[in-house]
């Protein structure tokens, strides 16, 4: 398996520990205030993650491409800074905490654009691109 699809899965595995682990709090305590947080978790962190994995071991002539690891670093940093603010937002009652959401959302949000350039490259394109970026 190419070492990106590796990294998003294993960056997927903790996530879905993470929002199985937030389910089960708001399931044991009654209070499901913090559920966009769980689903967040989820869906961005697991079942995102593991997608982008699946797609670059599906690809690997563009999962050894440079651009694949900075979407890996981009898109993670991003749900890093994001996913634990939005839970700390909602389950603690927080709302100052709103603009680390939104900058989050943004890197996470440009993560996907840098994804979508690697899809509807070529292969040869992408090695072009991140040749001209490494000069
Ligand atoms: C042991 C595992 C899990 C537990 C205990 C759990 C628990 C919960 C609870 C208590 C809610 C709030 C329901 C409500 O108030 O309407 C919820 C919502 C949600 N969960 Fe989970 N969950 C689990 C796993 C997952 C997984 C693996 C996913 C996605 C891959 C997921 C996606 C969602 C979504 C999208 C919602 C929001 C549904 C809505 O809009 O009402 N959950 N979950």
Redesign the pocket.
Known sequence: MPRVSELFFKTAVVF?VL??AA??Q??ISGD?GA??A??HI??LG??TSAIFGGYYALNPAKAERRVAMIHYGLYTVGLVIMLPALYWMLAGGHPDVEPVVAIGSLIVAASVLVFAFVVFSAAETVRSATAATAR
């Open positions: 879905l929002g199985i389910g089960l708001m399931a499901h559920f966009p769980h689903a989820n869906l697991w079942v």
